[in-house]
């Protein structure tokens, strides 16, 4: 993790988190720092929606007791902290772009026969990189298209075929794990790179059918004193 990371990490660490009014070790409130890091493994984008979120619910309320004016304030200098996390200090990006830059795993970008599915649980995430992958990889416009369970069946139907023809100028699906339900992406798509891994393994297992032709490797890493960090791309048998 880089410095930017490991700094907002501890950020979220030093929230105190409120449970109807009170901040607690032990009680309920302590899932919403759970349900925060899940966040912040996926993407700063998706963390910080979910941080947004949560200032919101606490700032609306018609009496803020004392210790949820700290969790507010602790909150915004988390979203400051992960502000910070650029697109040069998300190391899982930089890895993701180390990937499919690299001889090894071989993408063609040019190659209307080689198209790739990214993977996310979180649609901020998606939009995220929906957004910076274009540039980064110097990908025409139209190549990257989003796929998730938030569209309506016509528009996924849609992206699924256009992203089917040899023809179009589609090389990168961005997918939520609505991709992984019984919808086939294998037409000319033979990679497959989980940018975050699904909590649950038989959302993973669902995943990689949808795709045809692919082997896994799984990387994964923990530092001491570090955050954990979880990291799965897909390629093609050899």
């Known amino acids: 993790a880089s410095p930017e990371e490991e700094a907002t990490y501890q950020a979220l660490l030093d929230v105190p988190f409120t449970y109807r009014g009170e901040h607690s070790q032990t009680k309920n409130g302590q899932l919403v720092r759970i349900g925060l890091q899940k966040a912040i493994f996926s993407s700063p984008a998706a963390a910080d929606v979910s941080v947004q979120q949560r200032i919101a619910k606490l700032e609306k309320k018609d009496q803020v007791s004392e210790d949820e004016r700290r969790e ?6 988390l979203a400051l902290a992960l502000r910070n996390v650029t697109p040069a200090a998300f190391n ?3 890895s993701l772009l180390k990937l499919l830059k690299s001889s090894d795993f071989g993408w063609k970008k040019t190659d ?8 996310s649980e979180r649609i901020e995430t998606l939009k995220w990189l929906n957004d910076q992958l274009a540039d980064d990889m110097k990908l025409k416009a139209g190549a990257v298209q989003i796929l998730h369970g938030g569209m309506s069946d016509v528009e ?5 075929e256009e992203f089917g023809k040899p023809e179009s100028k589609l090389r990168v699906l961005l997918c939520s794990d609505v991709a992984s339900e019984g919808i086939n992406l294998h037409y000319l798509s033979h990679r497959l790179v989980h940018f975050d891994l699904p909590w649950s393994l038989m959302v993973f297992q669902q995943r990689n059918p949808s795709s045809k032709g692919i082997s896994a490797f799984w990387k994964s890493s923990r530092k001491k004193t570090s955050r954990p960090t979880r990291t799965l791309a897909t390629r093609p048998p050899s």
């Not at 996924?156 to 699924?160: F, G, P």
């Open 72 to 77: 507010i304030q602790s909150l915004k200098s």
């Open 92 to 94: 899982k990006y930089q």
């Open 112 to 119: 209307s026969e080689d198209r790739l599915v990214i993977f």
């Open 156 to 160: 996924q139907q849609s992206i699924v």
